[in-house]
């Protein structure tokens, strides 16, 4: 029989996942989480076979300039890939996977989450209660902003920024949507959807700005200073997709001086590490990049790249490979 090529995983993942993973690899798994440092990671990519980065490893062309002559698959665990070096991935003759689909709706759900909680004042009405500071019900005590026939602008008609568009219709918001590429007439019916070419002209239309496309060199500080002051001063943003493509120092800048009225951050620039000034904020939600983490997803996520390392190691090519131009 054919050896079993070696799967090196970053990270613990689900224990059915990891169970898995050992019948069918020779699996080296990290059984305490315990992040891979750069010198670890180099290790890893010289000896693998097929490596199981998160989003918390740089493969950077540092790194995969040592990558071993075995080194034929990167089947990253999440849909993000741009901790990725793709162009060197691919002049190395190696493929990447992600794991689209299984977290979308999750993903969605949160971003919503976050609309709610920023115009409701969730996170500040948690803390007064836990400061023991409440005094009981007030007229005026808590007010927030209304979402319902309110506009809400995505940034990034994908998958994610569907299944959002889907919700907030639910909630009774109009969408509006600018992508680089307007989308199917039929898809844009079914969400009643307004199309902006003009990201600018969106901006300053819109009451909630939500951030669904991916990080690329294309996209990295889309939502510029000068582009956050395009939105106007009730107006409220979220973001689930990456940190770089909202330039955070403005926003936070933008947010203390209630030049726009509110934030909901899962991701960061330089994570993890989350602007000091943005703690002291009470109009920010601040989240731990866990907009895809459910229990399920995380089965889903660890599924598909069990799916995408077998279609591969059997010859085939594998469901999720990441196309790099498509980016
Ligand atoms: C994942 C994410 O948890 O998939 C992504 O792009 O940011 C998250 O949903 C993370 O990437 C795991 O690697």
Redesign the pocket.
């Known amino acids: 029989t054919k050896k079993k090529p070696l799967v090196i995983v970053t990270r613990k993942l689900p224990e059915a996942i990891e169970t898995r993973m050992m019948e069918l690899f020779d699996s080296r798994l990290n059984i305490d989480d315990s992040p891979m440092d750069k010198a670890a990671l180099i290790e890893a990519v010289k000896h693998a076979d097929v490596l199981v980065p ?2 918390t490893d740089r493969i950077d062309a540092a790194v995969l300039a040592h990558a071993g002559p075995n080194l034929r698959l990167i089947a ?5 890939i741009d901790h990725i070096d793709l162009q060197t991935a691919r002049q190395r003759g190696i493929t990447v996977t992600n ?1 689209p689909d299984v ?1 979308t709706e999750d ?1 969605a759900d949160m971003t919503m989450g976050l609309i709610l909680s920023v115009s409701r004042r969730v996170g500040e009405g948690e803390r007064l209660i836990r400061s023991g500071d409440w005094n009981g019900w007030g007229p005026t005590l808590m007010l927030g902003h209304r979402i319902w026939g309110k506009r809400l602008g995505i940034v990034g008609m994908g998958r994610i920024g569907r299944a959002l568009a889907r919700r907030a219709k639910g909630f009774g918001l109009s969408v509006h949507y600018h992508n680089r590429r307007r989308v199917h007439p039929d898809i844009e019916e079914e969400l009643d959807a307004t199309y902006w070419e003009s990201l600018d002209q969106m901006l300053a239309h819109v009451d909630v700005v939500s951030v669904n496309c991916p990080h690329t060199p294309a996209t990295y500080h889309l939502l510029s200073a000068r582009r956050l002051k395009l939105l106007q001063p009730h107006a409220i943003l979220v973001n689930t997709a990456r940190g770089e493509i909202v330039d955070e120092t403005a926003l936070t800048r933008m947010l203390a001086n209630q030049e726009i009225a509110g934030a909901g951050l899962d991701v960061f620039e330089h994570e993890p590490a989350v602007n000091p000034k943005l703690i002291e904020l009470n109009n920010a939600v601040l989240l731990p ?1 866990m ?3 459910t229990i399920e997803g995380r089965v889903d996520m660890g599924e598909k790249v069990l799916i995408n390392i077998k279609t591969f190691v059997d010859g085939h090519t594998p469901p999720d490979r990441v196309i790099e131009g498509l980016l």
Request: net charge neutral; proline share 0%; hydrophobic share 30%.
């Open positions: 998160t989003v990253n665990f999440g849909n993000g794991t977290l993903t990049h907009g895809s983490a």
